[in-house]
């Protein structure tokens, strides 16, 4: 097989809207890291395909779409055969047509879509780019454990869910996978492959453009290894990163798993994630030279419902309505409450759905979804899954918030909440086991070259 890859800035403007965290004024001041898309383009015979790693918070499906139909015009790569992995920074302009429901929006003047046509053409031409560089290649693969993450759902001393507060005690997805890529015959480096979860948002809510944590961990492994640098992000809805910022709110205390305190927060993170690659990458010795490339597409549907009933609705809704004034935004509640009778009275929508596009190249495989996903569904992929290396892809190819496992949702907190504000439908609490088990379904056809 032969594999080309390529990098490229999209760093944006100062003055652009940030995303991530609901403020709706982060205008940015400065930049702190730049922000790049790295590309890896794959080819047997007449089958070719992309992944692209996208300094960016998210990009939902339209915007996917088009970006997909650029690469396409420039290297005739099927548009379904493309991966648009997002890294999940906080601190890049708002890429997504979506708006928190009921909330002031995020990017009032749509600044972010127009920066995502600016650059489209910069990641199409370094797809085009990897394109000219393709070479026979022989990868070697490696999986070990990381630090760079913590699962981010932490208890108070009742048991409550306290926001984003680590538990290195509580199940996540604590591995890390790394693939390094060589000219089959020079033994030259031509590129590196890094995956593991965490939340991309060491940085915190200032007013710096930056590639935030991954970006650190790139630019070290860049040092060892000066080749472009591809990360994927995982498991990240209920994984954070491990920073050294202490949080104490009533009946709980630890190391903040949300928004860390800058640069030093994003510093010590990406060192640890790049630490803990290197070590997988210098250690490196069984390349392979057979990776047999593969692409499956299919339609993954989901049952949806409205969050609240008819009744439920209309009795927030005169609960809240006596109190409501011209000069303060509603209480959530009373926002969604309207949306969900607005929605109550079309059509309904029973199921959501998806296309997905699954890739593997000799024993590894990416399985791609438009969520934030929590761990237990990548540990089963991994489990499971056919082939040595499964790994689960957050963030690609769309944006539908998150993706709790059933205990999460019926526990509660910030994610089983914040999943009411993207649409007016949420997927049902077994949606994500429908996900995971569909999609095994998928890699196992996959695996034995079945349509």
């Given at each position: 097989?032969?594999?080309g890859?390529?990098?490229?800035?999209?760093?944006?403007?100062?003055?652009?809207?940030?995303?991530?965290?609901?403020?709706?004024?982060?205008?940015?001041?400065?930049?702190?890291?730049?922000?790049?898309?790295?590309?890896?383009?794959?080819?047997?015979?007449?089958l070719?395909?992309a992944v692209?790693?996208?300094?960016?918070?998210?990009?939902?499906?339209?915007?996917?779409?088009?970006?997909?139909?650029?690469?396409?015009?420039?290297?005739?790569?099927?548009?379904?055969?493309?991966?648009l992995?997002?890294?999940h920074?906080?601190?890049?302009?708002?890429?997504?047509f979506?708006?928190?429901?009921?909330?002031?929006?995020?990017?009032?003047?749509?600044?972010?879509?127009?920066?995502?046509?600016?650059?489209t053409?910069?990641?199409?031409?370094?797809?085009?780019r990897?394109?000219?560089?393709?070479?026979?290649?022989?990868?070697?693969?490696?999986?070990?454990?990381?630090?760079?993450?913590?699962?981010?759902?932490?208890?108070?001393?009742?048991?409550?869910?306290?926001?984003?507060?680590?538990?290195?005690?509580?199940?996540?997805?604590?591995?890390?996978?790394?693939?390094?890529?060589?000219?089959?015959?020079?033994g030259?480096?031509?590129?590196?492959?890094?995956h593991?979860?965490?939340?991309?948002?060491?940085?915190?809510?200032?007013?710096?453009?930056?590639?935030?944590?991954?970006g650190?961990?790139?630019?070290?492994?860049?040092?060892?290894f000066?080749?472009p640098?591809?990360?994927?992000?995982?498991?990240?809805?209920?994984?954070?990163?491990?920073?050294?910022?202490?949080?104490?709110?009533?009946g709980?205390?630890?190391?903040?798993?949300?928004?860390?305190?800058?640069?030093?927060?994003?510093?010590?993170?990406?060192?640890?994630?790049?630490g803990?690659?290197?070590?997988?990458?210098?250690?490196?010795?069984?390349?392979?030279?057979?990776?047999?490339?593969?692409?499956?597409?299919?339609?993954?549907?989901l049952?949806?419902?409205?969050?609240m009933?008819?009744?439920?609705?209309?009795?927030?809704?005169?609960?809240?309505?006596?109190?409501?004034?011209d000069?303060?935004?509603?209480?959530?509640?009373?926002?969604?409450?309207?949306i969900?009778?607005?929605?109550?009275?079309?059509?309904?929508?029973?199921?959501?759905?998806?296309e997905?596009?699954?890739?593997?190249?000799?024993?590894?495989?990416?399985?791609?979804?438009?969520?934030?996903?929590?761990?237990v569904?990548?540990?089963?992929?991994?489990?499971?899954?056919?082939?040595?290396?499964?790994?689960?892809?957050?963030?690609?190819?769309g944006?539908?918030?998150?993706?709790?496992?059933?205990?999460?949702?019926?526990?509660?907190?910030?994610?089983?909440?914040?999943?009411?504000?993207?649409?007016?439908?949420?997927?049902?609490?077994?949606?994500?086991?429908?996900?995971?088990?569909?999609?095994?379904?998928?890699?196992?056809?996959?695996?034995?070259?079945r349509?």
């Amino acid at each position: 097989m032969k594999i080309g890859f390529a990098v490229c800035d999209i760093t944006p403007e100062t003055g652009i809207y940030l995303t991530g965290y609901g403020m709706p004024e982060r205008l940015a001041e400065s930049v702190h890291s730049p922000l790049t898309a790295a590309v890896m383009v794959l080819n047997e015979g007449d089958l070719q395909a992309a992944v692209i790693g996208l300094d960016w918070c998210f990009v939902d499906w339209p915007l996917t779409q088009e970006i997909r139909r650029a690469i396409f015009a420039k290297t005739r790569i099927p548009e379904k055969n493309i991966l648009l992995c997002c890294s999940h920074t906080h601190s890049a302009p708002h890429t997504t047509f979506m708006r928190t429901l009921g909330r002031v929006a995020v990017d009032p003047e749509n600044k972010g879509i127009d920066y995502v046509r600016r650059v489209t053409p910069v990641i199409a031409d370094a797809c085009f780019r990897a394109q000219g560089s393709l070479r026979e290649t022989e990868a070697c693969f490696s999986a070990g454990k990381t630090k760079t993450g913590v699962s981010r759902r932490g208890m108070d001393e009742n048991g409550k869910i306290s926001l984003f507060t680590g538990d290195p005690d509580a199940v996540y997805d604590d591995n890390m996978t790394a693939v390094r890529f060589r000219d089959r015959e020079t033994g030259e480096d031509l590129g590196i492959l890094v995956h593991c979860s965490a939340h991309n948002t060491a940085m915190g809510a200032d007013r710096n453009i930056s590639s935030d944590w991954c970006g650190v961990m790139k630019r070290r492994i860049h040092d060892a290894f000066p080749v472009p640098v591809l990360f994927i992000n995982g498991a990240l809805g209920d994984v954070g990163p491990r920073t050294r910022r202490r949080v104490v709110r009533p009946g709980c205390h630890g190391f903040s798993a949300g928004g860390g305190d800058g640069a030093f927060s994003a510093l010590e993170v990406g060192l640890c994630a790049a630490g803990d690659a290197l070590d997988l990458l210098e250690n490196m010795r069984d390349f392979r030279a057979e990776l047999p490339l593969r692409v499956s597409n299919s339609v993954i549907r989901l049952p949806q419902s409205i969050p609240m009933s008819e009744a439920e609705a209309r009795d927030i809704i005169a609960k809240y309505a006596p109190e409501q004034t011209d000069t303060a935004e509603p209480p959530l509640d009373f926002q969604l409450a309207k949306i969900a009778l607005e929605t109550w009275k079309k059509p309904p929508e029973p199921e959501f759905e998806f296309e997905q596009t699954l890739l593997s190249f000799g024993p590894l495989a990416l399985a791609p979804f438009p969520f934030e996903m929590f761990s237990v569904f990548s540990l089963r992929l991994r489990k499971y899954g056919p082939f040595e290396y499964t790994l689960l892809c957050s963030n690609t190819n769309g944006r539908n918030a998150y993706m709790p496992d059933r205990g999460a949702i019926a526990r509660g907190g910030y994610e089983a909440t914040c999943r009411k504000t993207i649409r007016p439908y949420v997927t049902d609490p077994e949606a994500g086991d429908l996900a995971v088990a569909r999609t095994l379904d998928e890699l196992r056809k996959m695996k034995q070259g079945r349509p």
